[in-house]
Structure formats: C-alpha cells, structure tokens
C-alpha cells in the first residue's frame, strides 16, 4: 500500500496539524476503552510537537508511551530518547510513571532488547506510532543492511549502529506495525533524497513498516513523487 503524504509550507503548520490529530485520536480512544497507547519517534525532529503535546486537554491518566527504539546509555544522558521526551513534554503532564514504558538505562543491547520484549508481549496493540526518517532511509533504529530475520521479534537489539552510540534497542518492523495508525514524521532537507526514493518503491528500511491501515507521512519538504 503506498503511502498516504500530507504536505505543509512550513513545519510550524505540519506540528499544529499533528498536534491537533493526536489529540483528536488520544480523547476518542480514551472515551471508546479508557485508555490511550503511543509509541514515541525520538531524535530532534518531533521536539515541537511534543512540547505543544503539554498543552492539549486530555486524561493524562489514561495514556500509556513506549519508544520505538532508544540509545544504550546511562539514564539521563541527553542522547537517550527518553530524556528528550521527558524536557520536552513527560515531565509537565500527569501521565503516571508506572505508564511511560522506557528501555532499560544499560549499555548492554541485547539484556535491555529482552527486557523490552518481554514488556512488549503484554502490551496491546498500539493505537499510533510516531516515527521518524533518517536521510539514508533508516526509522527508529532499523538501519539499512538490518538483520531481517528479527523482523517479527517485539524489540531487537542493535549493536553495530552507524551513528554513535553502536548499541541500540529498536522495536521491530512487525512491532512497529501493528498498531492502528503509524505517523511518519518528515522535515530537513536531508530527508529530501531519502523521502523521493521512498515514495519511488524503494526497499528502505521505512518501508518495512507495513500496518494493516498503511502509512501517513506528514512532510514540509516537496519531492518528485
């Protein structure tokens, strides 16, 4: 299914319209079965949205946050994140501790990619997934060249990353579609060349993500597709 592309003149315009649907979508499933389930794009690109998330009006009590993936370093460190996610948004709403489900802080991939799995098999599907694109095509932490016969464990870990840090814990493909709406967010113009080969059919790591619902991609950036 090819994905669905929303484009904006500005990306102050693309964060309200995010910001907006994440809202509309959090209070509609928290009144349909009380409770709201995310899974959160890190980096800096999603760093605007999350500091308007501060703002809407919600039952915080009933929002549950995962990562899609996350750097192995030492809780804290400004490379993690998390801790971008909590500056910027998690640590000024109310949403319970208990409910913002983390990778664990260890630099060792693969005990914190089991833990996160284990987490993972009790976790329902998701109701969205924020993710990102790198400009080599690579989301959460599946780089090109990542091992797909991991594709249908809940997380995996990463350990020859090539961006520092090597060591990574990542959902997997199948992890991160299976979820009721999977959100791209799109924005740099280093992502340019990356998002055109995409939109042409090419086999990036991106693509892997294949939810029953397809894909929205929510770009300020134009490409020939």
């Known amino acids: 299914m090819q994905p669905r592309i929303h484009r904006f003149a500005d990306f102050d315009s693309l964060a309200y319209r995010l910001e907006e649907r994440t809202h509309q979508?959090?209070?509609?499933?928290?009144?349909?079965?009380g409770r709201f389930s995310m899974v959160l794009a890190g980096g800096s690109t999603p760093r605007l949205l999350y500091r308007r998330l501060r703002y809407i009006r919600t039952d915080w009590r009933c929002w549950h946050i995962?990562?899609?993936?996350?750097r192995c370093l030492p809780r804290g460190?400004?490379?993690?994140?998390?801790q971008m996610a909590d500056q910027a948004w998690l640590n000024h709403v109310a949403i319970p501790a208990v409910q913002i489900h983390r990778v664990s802080?260890?630099?060792d991939a693969e005990s914190a990619a089991a833990a996160y799995a284990a987490l993972l098999t009790r976790t329902p599907r998701f109701d969205?997934?924020?993710l990102g694109?790198?400009?080599?095509?690579?989301?959460?932490?599946?780089?090109?060249?990542?091992?797909?016969?991991?594709?249908?464990?809940p997380a995996i870990a990463v350990t020859d990353a090539p961006k520092p840090p090597a060591q990574r814990v990542?959902?997997?493909p199948q992890r991160l579609g299976n979820a009721d709406a999977v959100w791209f967010l799109v924005s740099g113009e280093g992502k340019r060349e990356a998002l055109s080969a995409w939109m042409s059919g090419a086999e990036l790591p991106a693509a892997a993500i294949?939810?029953?619902n397809g894909v929205d991609i929510f770009t300020d950036l134009t490409t020939q597709d």
């Open 105 to 107: 802080p260890t630099i």
């Open 133 to 153: 694109l790198g400009e080599d095509g690579h989301t959460a932490s599946l780089f090109p060249g990542y091992d797909e016969s991991t594709i249908q464990l």
């Open 128 to 130: 969205l997934v924020l």
């Open 77 to 82: 460190q400004s490379g993690r994140n998390d």
């Open 25 to 33: 979508l959090a209070n509609r499933c928290i009144q349909e079965k």
């Open 170 to 172: 990542s959902m997997s």
């Open 66 to 70: 995962y990562f899609g993936d996350e």
């Open 210 to 212: 294949r939810p029953d």
